[in-house]
């Protein structure tokens, strides 16, 4: 049954901040003291603070909501997932899309080492964010002039990564909504490109820069489609945190990295005709129910999550139980005081990085479009 998520985001909330705070301080430290040494050992070292941080919201989506994830994929793709550096281009459909990518990373070993092509206010949201950037993350500002030094800069320094990683790119640069689609819809109309219909058009400055500065490293990319069961909601952070579970398809489509063209133009038509592809996949599970025509691979969840959740829980548990026990906090008001504006603390905390997950409100989807021409494009 589900419940109302302010009965779990306060205890949850709770345990992910003070844990989070204890890895984002060690991860300061090891961030001075070994990362101008060597930055072989600081991502081997930050890899493992960053895994049993992020394995908690790993537990919310496997264990708490118990979200399942259909993974579509041939079986050589099947067993190269998290053995080799891999770019992934991915469509953006629900608020956790990104949840989802780090739960499939974490089945495939690279959970620590996965890194992300993100706006530049996330690095801001407190643990959450901090964390991302230790994990060197890039995030950009959406201004090409220095966005594009970002990710030159940022991709040489993956060179050295010491473990097979992911670098996943959302090449629509924002989540699908309707509103989104119809803009998206008028531009291909005006550009004389196929109109999309469950897909945004892929904006492939990003993804140019990132095949021409890491095909050298890179050998491969995944091509990766999520789509939500047609029957049940979008998922969003508040249904994790209150238990309602989802069925997420997952396709992934593995590409050499060899089968791209060599010039910028013709590796960002290989991206705008992906994305084609993804659209005429969704619009086929729309219509027929089929998702894909890959094979569905056995994806268990581990129970790792839980042991993380569970250590975490008891030290935590432990430490402050100590700490109320010594200090006698709860014995005077100010002690009160001080304790409920920690737990307000807390709230604001986690409705920050709640609200920085949700999508724009968008607008209704039979919204009209009142130029015939483009209405006869969009019904084609």
Not at 139 to 152: C, G, H, M, S
Not at 165 to 187: C, H, I, N, P, Y
């Amino acid at each position: 049954m589900a419940l109302p998520a302010t009965f779990v985001i306060l205890p949850l909330g709770t345990l992910f901040i003070l844990s989070g705070l204890i890895v984002n301080v060690i991860q300061v430290v090891i961030f001075v003291l070994f990362r101008p040494i060597s930055r072989y050992y600081y991502r081997k070292i930050n890899k493992v603070l960053t895994e049993i941080l992020w394995l908690e919201l790993i537990w919310l989506v496997d264990w708490w909501a118990g979200v399942k994830i259909e993974l579509y994929t041939d079986s050589e793709t099947f067993e190269l997932l998290g053995r080799e550096n891999a770019l992934l281009i991915c469509n953006h459909r629900s608020d956790i899309d990104w949840l989802i990518g780090w739960t499939l990373a974490q089945r495939s070993g690279c959970l620590g080492s996965t890194v992300a092509i993100m706006k530049k206010e996330v690095k801001y949201l407190p643990v959450l964010g901090w964390s991302m950037w230790f994990a060197d993350f890039l995030f950009l500002e959406r201004n090409w002039a220095k966005d594009e030094v970002t990710l030159k800069t940022g991709f040489k320094q993956q060179v050295q990564n010491p473990v097979p990683f992911w670098m996943a790119l959302f090449v629509e640069g924002t989540r699908f909504t309707q509103s989104k689609l119809l803009a998206a819809q008028d531009f291909a109309i005006s550009r004389g490109m196929p109109v999309p219909k469950n897909v945004l058009v892929p904006r492939t400055k990003g993804f140019v820069t990132a095949v021409t500065q890491t095909r050298t490293f890179i050998p491969v990319i995944y091509d990766c489609t999520f789509i939500v069961s047609k029957t049940e909601p979008s998922p969003t952070m508040t249904r994790i945190f209150r238990g309602i579970p989802c069925t997420v398809k997952v396709q992934v489509k593995r590409h050499s990295m060899a089968e791209l063209p060599e010039t910028a133009d013709g590796i960002a038509q290989w991206c705008k005709d992906t994305f084609i592809a993804k659209d005429a996949l969704l619009e086929k599970y729309n219509t027929t129910d089929i998702f894909s025509e890959l094979e569905l691979q056995e994806v268990p969840r581990p129970k790792i999550s839980i042991l993380v959740v569970v250590s975490w829980s008891c030290l935590l548990g432990y430490l402050l139980y100590k700490f109320f026990k010594w200090s006698s906090l709860l014995s005077t008001w100010q002690g009160i005081l001080f304790t409920v504006l920690f737990l307000v603390i807390v709230a604001v905390v986690m409705e920050t990085l709640i609200h920085s997950s949700q999508s724009e409100h968008s607008k209704p989807t039979n919204l009209p479009i009142q130029d015939p021409i483009k209405q006869q494009l969009l019904q084609t």
